[in-house]
């Protein structure tokens, strides 16, 4: 949200929301009431502004948060895979139990998982450790997968430790996790985020609409008074007319809280 004269890097998501005071004739609006618009509209601007780049801050860092708990996911996956041979080799022929040492060691490093992704960690019968997601294992016994982050880092996966018939690594994307801390970071990325930046969006439809509609003479004219207005490139849109190439003349009419959902 920016004043045109100001210049401010765009927050809004999708688009640059500006305020602007800008070909209203002299006549229409006096001098003090302009001011006190434009004192008032720069406010709601540095407001918006501030939300906005707060929810831009913690999805950047929600996003590189989820792909520190991978790479340290990653760490621990084979540490654990080791541990559990070691176990199934001390339990062989001639060796009653494992030493409590590698029991101490496994146990440690299962709490660490639970921490960071959460899921089912469960101990076999022969003192190895399973760990699941969403009932796809990470390690089972001496195998240890290997967790993945798509591209735009929105979403967790597995990589088996095999491959198809085209030599092609299996894998499967977890639709969700809901436990640990890359549940809580998804839940950010996915959920909290995205939720604000739609408020967002739709708090500024409401300004266009409701501010540039008080300078409509009626309903699908272009307003004379034009405050507000969404700026994609170097081209501004805030006319409110119906028909015309400006979106914001297919903007619904705000009458209530439901019309900004």
Do not use: C, W, Y
């Given at each position: 949200l920016v004043h045109e004269d100001e210049q401010e890097t765009p927050v809004v998501h999708g688009s640059q929301f500006c305020f602007f005071f800008l070909n209203s004739p002299a006549s229409a609006v006096p001098s003090m009431t302009a001011a006190a618009i434009t004192a008032s509209a720069n406010n709601v601007a540095s407001r918006l502004n501030g939300v906005a780049t707060i929810a831009d801050t913690l999805l950047t860092n929600s996003?590189?948060?989820?792909?520190?708990?991978?790479?340290?996911?990653?760490?621990?996956l084979p540490e654990l895979a080791a541990i559990n041979a070691k176990i199934t080799a001390g339990t062989s022929p001639g060796n009653t139990a494992p030493s409590a040492d590698l029991m101490d060691e496994r146990d440690r490093i299962?709490?660490?998982?639970?921490?960071?992704?959460?899921?089912?960690?469960?101990?076999?019968?022969d003192g190895t450790a399973t760990q699941l997601v969403n009932g796809i294992p990470l390690v089972e016994r001496a195998v240890a997968n290997t967790l993945?982050?798509?591209?735009?880092?929105?979403?967790?996966?597995?990589?088996?430790?095999?491959?198809?018939?085209?030599?092609?690594p299996n894998g499967q994307t977890l639709q969700?996790?809901?436990?640990?801390?890359?549940?809580?970071l998804l839940q950010v990325i996915n959920g909290f985020v995205p939720s604000i930046q739609q408020r967002l969006n739709a708090i500024a439809i409401g300004l266009v609409k409701v501010a540039n509609s008080a300078g409509q003479s009626s309903p699908g004219t272009a307003t004379n008074v034009p405050?507000?207005?969404?700026?994609?490139?170097?081209?501004?849109?805030?006319?409110?007319?119906?028909?015309?190439?400006?979106?914001?003349?297919?903007?619904?009419?705000?009458?209530?809280?439901?019309?900004l959902t």
């Open positions: 996003k590189s948060g989820l792909t520190d708990t991978a790479r340290q996911v990653n760490t621990l299962l709490s660490s998982l639970q921490k960071l992704v959460g899921g089912q960690s469960l101990i076999n019968g993945t982050i798509s591209s735009d880092q929105t979403q967790i996966g597995v990589k088996f430790n095999s491959k198809d018939n085209l030599g092609n969700t996790i809901e436990g640990g801390q890359a549940g809580a405050i507000f207005g969404f700026k994609v490139g170097n081209s501004i849109f805030s006319s409110l007319k119906a028909g015309s190439t400006d979106p914001t003349g297919a903007l619904p009419n705000i009458t209530s809280d439901e019309d």
